[in-house]
Nanobody
Framework: QVQLVESGGGLVQPGGSLGLSCAASGFTTNWYAMSWYRQAPGKERDLVAR????????NYADSVKGRFTISRDNAKNTVYLQMNSLKPDDTAVYYCQAVGGGYVYWGQGTQVTVSS
């Protein structure tokens, strides 16, 4: 059974850091581009960061450039999102996505709340 399971979300103060993980099972992530999306209440789901299958290429939303870092460990079938200098506007449910071979998989999401 294909699954993407996000973890690491929570409540953090502005300026703080959080690290998210997305563990894949039921398929091998080696051939999949992996992405993080987020969706705030009442808003659309937006791309945060994407990493190519081999990890050699990354893309970021302008709003997170210089603060967030996406990485992957194909040996562990896991992708990560390190989030630094968090702002209240980063509050959202964060979703992991895998795309490859004509398939698109989504995780169930993890809540990140940035508040004092």
């Amino acid at each position: 059974q294909v699954q993407l399971v996000e973890s690491g979300g929570g409540l953090v103060q502005p300026g703080g850091s959080l690290g998210l993980s997305c563990a894949a099972s039921g398929f091998t992530t080696n051939w999949y581009a992996m992405s993080w999306y987020r969706q705030a209440p009442g808003k659309e789901r937006d791309l945060v960061a994407r990493i190519s299958s081999a990890g050699g290429s990354t893309n970021y939303a302008d709003s997170v450039k210089g603060r967030f870092t996406i990485s992957r460990d194909n040996a562990k079938n896991t992708v990560y999102l390190q989030m630094n200098s968090l702002k209240p506007d980063d509050t959202a449910v964060y979703y992991c996505q895998a795309v490859g071979g004509g398939y698109v998989y989504w995780g169930q999401g993890t809540q990140v709340t940035v508040s004092s």
